[in-house]
């Protein structure tokens, strides 16, 4: 399941505003309120064994979808890896199991993947990723912050 890279990168919420905005989009989505395409991930806590919830923004790609984790190696990077992949999303009531396959860092796919991702959730992720970016930046850049960010492939369940 690790198949990412040996980066350390974290950048944790700064302050209440971050977090209760975090809660409040989770509790949306739970609720079956999507903004701008979020949904609640669900995964197994590594250390309590209980369900794990947090916003995320599912990228769609030709037909694939994937999870990057703007802030780096966050609690649902590490309960997903400890999870071997196996989580679920939710809006509302739908809910979907799936399958997580961990991209490696090194991987040519990631540099694009980061390029959507950016392209279309930049203005909200933009003060979590390691160094400035946007859609238009070069590939070396871009591969550079793709390696410490997570990224995975969402398999269906």
Do not use: C
């Amino acid at each position: 399941m690790n198949a990412g890279s040996a980066s350390t990168y974290y950048k944790a919420p700064t302050g209440r505003f971050e977090r209760g905005m975090n809660a409040s989009i989770t509790w949306l989505a739970r609720h079956g309120i999507s903004l701008y395409g979020s949904s609640e991930l669900i995964v197994t806590g590594r250390k309590s064994g209980t369900p794990q919830r947090i916003a995320v923004n599912p990228l769609n790609i030709e037909g694939e979808r994937f999870l990057i984790a703007p802030r780096g190696t966050t609690q649902w990077v590490r309960n997903l890896r400890a999870a071997g992949g196996a989580a679920e999303l939710r809006v509302g009531r739908r809910t979907e199991a799936f399958t997580a396959q961990e991209l490696a860092a090194d991987d040519p796919a990631t540099i694009e993947v980061l390029r959507e991702y950016v392209r279309r959730w930049g203005w909200e992720v933009k003060a979590m990723l390691p160094e400035p970016i946007d859609a238009e930046s070069d590939d070396a850049t871009m591969a550079r912050v793709a390696a410490q960010l997570p990224m995975f492939r969402i398999v269906a369940g």
